[in-house]
């Protein structure tokens, strides 16, 4: 009795978890930091590809998602693919997913979307602990947490956002848009002094 009361008690109270955030950034217990530089890691993506995070010289958006295949998951990968060359092109960035599936699990996930983004394979979680992405649903599920990189891998951005999977990805381009050298106006001013 006592144990259906206890599960009835945390049903009822653990609605808000589920609901979308309406701040950007959420204060969570993170232990990457904006300013902070990302843990290096090296992890095989859906093609085989082993990606090396001290090797990408550009801006990097890196999230973290709970699981290939899933609902929110798909948005959120059919989302950043949807943006992928703008991307690309707009930010000179590039962008990968890390979930704790295998090898296996992304190459069908990726070929069932079409992603030409890496997602890579962090099956014993290795980094998701470095980079401290909390679980969500009260210790039950994986975060989905995005970070954006500068070319030196340092932080600039996290977003912390389980519910809204497509939101990620306009996060993750206004942190870019923030990081990117301001553009040439082209014309020149000439001070007098």
């Not at 709970?66 to 693919?81: E, H, L, M, W, Y």
């Not at 099956?123 to 470095?130: G, L, T």
């Not at 951005?157 to 942190?175: F, R, T």
Request: with cysteine; aromatic share 8%; hydrophobic share 40%.
């Amino acid at each position: 009795m006592k144990t259906s009361a206890i599960i009835a008690a945390i049903a009822c109270t653990s609605a808000s978890a589920f609901a979308p955030s309406s701040t950007v950034r959420q204060n969570t217990a993170l232990n990457l930091k904006v300013g902070e530089t990302a843990p290096d890691f090296a992890l095989q993506d859906q093609n085989g590809k082993t990606f090396k995070r001290s090797a990408n010289k550009k801006p990097l958006v890196v999230y973290f998602y709970p699981a290939d295949s899933t609902p929110g998951c798909t948005v959120q990968a059919k989302a950043f693919q949807a943006e992928i060359q703008s991307i690309r092109k707009e930010f000179k960035a590039d962008v990968v997913g890390i979930s704790g599936q295998g090898a296996e699990s992304k190459q069908k996930f990726a070929s069932e979307l079409g992603l030409d983004f890496s997602i890579l394979a962090d099956e014993n979680d290795a980094v998701r602990k470095e980079f401290g992405v909390p679980k969500a649903a009260f210790g039950f599920l994986p975060g989905r947490v995005t970070y954006v990189l500068d070319k030196d891998g340092v932080c600039t951005s996290v977003y912390d956002n389980l519910a809204d999977a497509a939101s990620h990805i306009e996060k993750a381009k206004e942190a870019l848009a923030e990081i990117q050298p301001a553009k040439k106006a082209g014309f020149t001013l000439n001070l007098p002094f």
